[in-house]
């Protein structure tokens, strides 16, 4: 987990990132080979194709502390697998329709097209979400805010049972 | 040697799983005869000092029903835990929170606005809403604390095997009862409903076409359903595609889309997310706003994906910023 005792003083955002391995991995190898510098909150999860990318993933890196996720995959028309990342888009939108409903702000995930040879568009699109998540503030999703309500009412600590996680 | 004895209990539910139990018929005869039922306040006169006054770990089983949304339930299930060899989750409430957990999109001070000022018809000119505590001449008076979020049975106590179900089918209700009283209980999936989609057993299954292309997602009342045909193909976001088995499809046999009370299949961690991916996926359009005009018409998606799971669901409920999550009111 993720230290955030000192997020007053200075907030600084945990970004995870998902890009896919043809296009935006490598864009971000190019960014990196060119010596681009952009903002270090970011963490990044290769995946083969955006259309790999589970909704379920998005949540599972909230839950564990992400204050924002970002999702890369290459431009329309030129996807490695002909249409992941139309598959992507579609489940894109509609996980970002849920989440405003469950109170999530929506730039709090962002898809970005970015091709191979885009190595400074990773830079400006890292550096762009880690202002915007910034200035959103912490998420503060993780599962301790759960046990809060709880333990204020009854005790008995053996009883009470971990979260779900992994179980289900 | 004495029978097993046997415990039900309802935390927040319909009462429909209680009913579920009576829909057993004359199979109940036949467990009635064989097991000892020493608490179940919906039918029989028992009160919670028979329970306190039991030995630990004296009955054999307890099936609770209903999600734990307040301090006296919390307490209830505690108590039936430390009683209990056995605690069975009874009904998608236990098991995953069910309808009542929808209402973790809203926080207690909604819900007591909603129900206690707002409704139409109330009135409540001194604005009065449930207290914990109040003082009266004889003494102080309390009420349980209701809680801002509705929780699953196992996030609150120790769960031991889940009977899914809204309310659990009767077979698997018969099928639950006989492994525990001959103790063939499974070890490996705590869920005791086959671990496989609904589709699989559908009746229409082979009207399913190879590739579902979605140019319009309806609701069951804006179109007269094709009782022949796969309901995805219909564009009715049916839930069979990722829910459990067992239930005989009886929503689809009355012409109706799987709304997932069975719960998610066991590789799944988030059902209304899993859904929601293959729905999503299922749109046949390639642009922006296509997309959105379509997803648009998913009128209410918290509903329509987590109908009986919100707080079993990985965000547990809607996000309550950071400063109000600290506040006791």
Partial sequence: ?168 | MSKPKIAFYWCASCGGCEEAVVDLAESILGVVEKVDIVFWPVALDFKRSDVEAMASREITAAFINGAVRSSEQAEMVELLRGKSNLVIAFGSCAHLGGIPGLANTFNREEMFRAVYLDAPGVNNDRSTVPKEEIEVSEGILTLPRLWDTVKTLDQVIKVDYYLPGCPPPVSLIVGAVEKILSNQLPEADPVLAPDIALCEECPRRDSKPEKIAVKEFKRPHEIEIDPEKCLLAQGLLCMGICTRKGCGAVCINGNMPCTGCMGPVSHISDHGTKALSSFASLIDANDDEEIARLIDNIVDPVGTFYRYSLPASLMHRSHMKAAAKGEKS
């Fill in chain 1, 1 to 168: 987990m993720f230290d955030k005792n000192n997020e007053k003083e200075a907030f600084n955002p945990h970004l995870v990132a998902f890009f896919c391995n043809w296009c935006t991995y490598t864009a971000a190898d190019l960014a990196g080979t060119a010596r681009m510098t952009y903002e270090p909150n970011v963490r990044v999860i290769r995946i083969m194709c955006s259309g790999r990318l589970d909704p379920q993933f998005v949540l599972w890196a909230f839950r564990e502390g992400a204050d924002g996720v970002l999702i890369g995959g290459c431009h329309p028309g030129d996807c490695h697998y002909q249409e992941g990342n139309y598959k992507a888009r579609r489940r894109f939108l509609l996980l970002q329709k849920y989440l405003q409903f469950m109170g999530i702000e929506k730039e709090r995930v962002r898809m970005e097209w970015i091709a191979a040879s885009e190595g400074d568009k990773v830079q400006s699109v890292i550096n762009e979400m880690t202002e915007t998540i910034r200035r959103l503030g912490p998420l503060h999703l993780e599962p301790v805010s759960m046990r809060q309500e709880r333990s204020l009412e009854t005790a008995e600590p053996d009883n009470i049972a971990v979260m779900k996680e992994g179980t289900l």
